[in-house]
């Protein structure tokens, strides 16, 4: 079923962010995010790719300047239930089972609870037999799974996604990472990746946004120019690899300007 708005374009505008202790996260960054697509943050660890995600999210405001979803502040997206988000803390309610916590999201989201539509998410990302289950009758990589399917149920036209698969085994990963985009491309989704994964970010995105070390400013902006819908094993093909290694070097020149070791990634 198609999201009931059109999927939003994300404008960001001389987007600043410095807390009350003083540190500075994030710096005068310019972006526009096309609707209907995905675009993966990448830079250094703790660079404020995360800050930003939770500024578009609504979650954080900026010290400076504008971000706009669809020509509206975040707060009145998050209001709507006009996005969704899935952190790498999974943050369920653990008094809920699976199918509790994604019932429960539909119903703040004011959408219909179809038992079908829940029954097939909760088998898209491999947790069969566990939709009764509660997150402590689960391992750190189920309940990533199951926040990710409580993300995905409620047709969100911008998906926020913090590292969405970094609690699950390599296997696991690489089936959703295969999975996953299916359903956003198919409505439409807008959908914005915080990853540390380069290889992932190609894989996974039409675009990949190079942070610099904190505070973040963009650094590089990469168009990834590979077929949709992705083939399996798209991301060990020639043409990828060779875009990890742009974007690597991309890293590595934004890191060096800052005197930031590649280690740090």
């Not at 198609?2 to 202790?21: A, L, N, Q, W, Y």
């Not at 900026?62 to 943050?91: C, K, N, R, V, Y």
Request: with cysteine.
């Amino acid at each position: 079923m198609p999201p009931e708005t059109p999927p939003p374009e994300i404008d960001c505008s001389g987007v600043s962010k410095r807390f009350d202790g003083g540190t500075e996260a994030v710096r005068d960054v310019d972006l526009t995010i096309a609707a209907g697509q995905t675009t993966a943050l990448v830079g250094p660890s703790g660079c404020g790719k995360s800050t930003l995600l939770r500024m578009v999210a609504g979650l954080e405001d900026p010290s400076a300047g504008t971000i706009e979803i669809a020509g509206a502040p975040p707060s009145e997206t998050l209001q709507q239930a006009g996005l969704s988000i899935a952190f790498q803390d999974p943050s369920l309610l653990p008094w809920r089972s699976v199918r509790g916590n994604i019932e429960l999201a539909l119903s703040l989201a004011r959408r219909p609870v179809s038992d079908s539509e829940i029954n097939q998410l909760i088998a898209l990302v491999g947790l069969n037999g566990f939709a009764d289950a509660r997150p402590a009758e689960l391992s750190g990589g189920m309940r990533q799974r199951a926040a990710i399917a409580r993300a995905l149920a409620t047709q969100p036209g911008l998906l926020l996604l913090d590292e969405p698969f970094g609690a699950v085994d390599e296997l696991t990963r690489r089936q959703l990472a295969q999975d996953l985009p299916r359903i956003w491309e198919a409505r439409g989704t807008t959908t914005l990746l915080v990853t540390h994964s380069v290889s992932e970010a190609v894989a996974l995105s039409d675009r990949v946004i190079v942070l610099t070390p904190r505070p973040a400013r963009v650094a590089a902006d990469i168009v990834i120019d590979l077929p949709r819908p992705r083939p399996e094993g798209i991301g060990r093909s020639d043409d990828a690899l060779e875009l990890v290694e742009r974007v690597f070097a991309e890293l590595t020149e934004a890191m060096a300007a800052e005197d930031t070791p590649l280690a740090a990634q």
